[in-house]
């Protein structure tokens, strides 16, 4: 997509009676084939793998964070080097997020968690043990305090704009507020509001920008719907942001479903969601990665997802194979010398065995990352893959079951 006019998003095949489907999005720097995970990079790098690597395992898109790449080498920089995927040696398609999970994450200093109760205790002042609030929020915009070295920084919605600008990804998301569960109602209520507003202000900076940034590819913008486990706040928030079309009359390009998600209602208020969004512009999922989450999401009409999730764990010696999740530097695997998985065909797999990798992990050595990363985000690319076929071959529902008993078999015993 070299301009804002051509389209951005064709649908493929439908799931009957479902939400779900098969899609394209079509970008400046290639179509992304949904659904379709995407791989996070939060610094313009996945930790432990090379760009090319992440090429090689088949991910389509990468995505980095807006507010990292602000403070650490800055935005300017990025811009000045041709932009984010010529920066780090991707060609590929890029997103940014925009710096609302850290509105949540350094305010409350929670990692992101998509199993959080809903039961729980709610609190507006509610804080992680050990942790300093460093996001303070109010209506125009949140005053952040660097992790780096404790300087003092204002991100509003129209920041946050010029930072993704400068960026230059070629999908990026409105500045938003992301709540927990823990939240009060009430405080629900004026964030998914608050959010609106900055919506409406992120749209009208995003085509002031595109106007200025002559030459530059089109970036194509999504809104983030919020509004946590109320049907009635996620419904108003996915229809009053597409009232949102700006001074062209354009408005986003698609959306971000996001917020602090009840593991046990995903699929029900992705439902919600998506039953308001129009159904021409593709839906992302932010913060998922677990297997049945994705067949669920899907389902109920996600396109595409991003997780740290699946690098993460693996720099701890946790392992996704179609029979579950392991940990490899435990004693069982130090004299098995066979791949991680036999039917993966990731270089770690073809190339290493699980005694290898058990000794690089006891070791300390910085190659067990490396091997385990190439690994997990393989085996969830591949699944989101295998999904988007399951459903052009009509059997989604054939492989979910067989994928889902599989993978959980152990759960069950």
């Given at each position: 997509m070299s301009n804002p006019?051509d389209?951005?998003?064709?649908?493929?095949t439908?799931?009957?009676?479902r939400?779900?489907r098969s899609?394209?999005?079509?970008?400046?720097h290639?179509d992304?084939?949904?659904?379709?995970?995407?791989a996070?990079g939060?610094?313009a790098?996945?930790?432990?793998?090379l760009?090319?690597?992440?090429k090689?395992?088949?991910?389509?898109?990468?995505l980095?964070?807006?507010?990292?790449?602000?403070l650490?080498?800055?935005?300017d920089?990025?811009?000045?080097a041709?932009?984010?995927?010529?920066?780090m040696?991707?060609a590929?398609?890029?997103?940014?997020?925009s710096?609302g999970f850290q509105?949540?994450?350094?305010g409350?200093?929670?990692?992101?968690?998509?199993?959080?109760?809903a039961?729980?205790?709610e609190?507006?002042d509610?804080?992680?043990?050990g942790k300093?609030?460093?996001?303070?929020?109010?209506?125009d915009?949140v005053?952040?305090t660097?992790?780096?070295?404790g300087?003092?920084?204002?991100?509003?919605?129209?920041v946050?704009?010029q930072i993704?600008?400068?960026l230059?990804?070629?999908i990026?998301f409105a500045?938003d507020?992301?709540?927990?569960l823990?939240?009060?109602?009430?405080?629900?209520?004026?964030s998914v509001?608050?959010t609106?507003?900055w919506?409406?202000?992120?749209?009208?900076e995003?085509?002031?920008l595109t106007a200025?940034?002559?030459g530059?590819p089109?970036?194509?913008l999504?809104?983030v719907?919020?509004?946590?486990?109320?049907?009635?706040?996620?419904r108003?928030?996915a229809?009053d942001?597409e009232?949102?079309?700006?001074?062209?009359?354009?408005?986003?390009d698609?959306?971000?479903?996001?917020?602090?998600?009840?593991k046990?209602n995903?699929?029900t208020?992705?439902?919600w969601?998506?039953?308001?969004?129009?159904?021409h512009?593709?839906r992302h999922?932010?913060g998922?990665?677990?297997?049945?989450?994705?067949?669920?999401a899907?389902?109920n009409g996600?396109?595409?997802?991003d997780c740290?999730?699946?690098?993460?764990?693996?720099?701890?010696?946790a392992?996704y194979?179609?029979?579950?999740?392991f940990n490899?530097?435990t004693?069982k695997?130090?004299?098995?010398?066979t791949?991680?998985?036999?039917?993966c065909?990731?270089?770690t797999?073809?190339n290493y065995?699980?005694?290898?990798?058990?000794?690089l992990?006891?070791?300390?050595?910085?190659l067990?990352?490396?091997?385990c990363?190439?690994?997990n985000?393989?085996?969830?690319v591949k699944?989101?893959d295998?999904?988007r076929?399951s459903?052009?071959q009509?059997?989604f529902y054939?492989f979910?079951?067989?994928f889902?008993?599989r993978?959980?078999?152990s759960?069950?015993v």
């Amino acid at each position: 997509m070299s301009n804002p006019n051509d389209p951005f998003f064709s649908i493929g095949t439908r799931l009957e009676d479902r939400l779900g489907r098969s899609g394209t999005i079509h970008t400046p720097h290639g179509d992304i084939e949904t659904p379709a995970f995407i791989a996070v990079g939060t610094k313009a790098s996945v930790k432990a793998v090379l760009p090319e690597a992440m090429k090689d395992l088949g991910a389509q898109a990468v995505l980095a964070n807006a507010y990292h790449l602000y403070l650490q080498p800055g935005s300017d920089i990025v811009d000045e080097a041709g932009g984010l995927g010529k920066f780090m040696n991707w060609a590929g398609p890029t997103f940014t997020d925009s710096g609302g999970f850290q509105v949540m994450s350094l305010g409350v200093g929670f990692k992101k968690v998509i199993s959080m109760d809903a039961s729980r205790v709610e609190s507006d002042d509610v804080i992680a043990e050990g942790k300093e609030r460093l996001a303070h929020v109010d209506d125009d915009g949140v005053t952040f305090t660097s992790h780096l070295d404790g300087s003092k920084h204002r991100f509003t919605p129209e920041v946050s704009m010029q930072i993704q600008h400068r960026l230059g990804a070629d999908i990026m998301f409105a500045f938003d507020e992301l709540t927990t569960l823990m939240n009060t109602r009430g405080y629900q209520e004026m964030s998914v509001d608050r959010t609106q507003s900055w919506a409406r202000r992120c749209v009208l900076e995003h085509e002031r920008l595109t106007a200025e940034r002559v030459g530059k590819p089109y970036q194509a913008l999504f809104g983030v719907v919020q509004g946590a486990q109320y049907e009635d706040l996620r419904r108003k928030a996915a229809h009053d942001l597409e009232t949102i079309t700006g001074e062209t009359g354009r408005g986003f390009d698609g959306y971000g479903i996001g917020g602090a998600l009840e593991k046990q209602n995903l699929g029900t208020i992705t439902r919600w969601v998506n039953e308001e969004l129009p159904e021409h512009k593709p839906r992302h999922m932010l913060g998922i990665s677990e297997p049945d989450d994705f067949f669920t999401a899907i389902e109920n009409g996600a396109d595409t997802f991003d997780c740290v999730n699946p690098s993460r764990v693996a720099r701890n010696a946790a392992i996704y194979v179609p029979t579950g999740r392991f940990n490899i530097n435990t004693a069982k695997h130090r004299r098995d010398f066979t791949p991680i998985d036999e039917n993966c065909d990731c270089y770690t797999c073809a190339n290493y065995t699980r005694a290898y990798i058990h000794h690089l992990f006891k070791a300390k050595e910085m190659l067990a990352s490396t091997l385990c990363t190439i690994h997990n985000e393989r085996f969830t690319v591949k699944l989101v893959d295998d999904i988007r076929a399951s459903i052009e071959q009509g059997t989604f529902y054939e492989f979910k079951d067989e994928f889902l008993g599989r993978f959980y078999a152990s759960k069950k015993v």
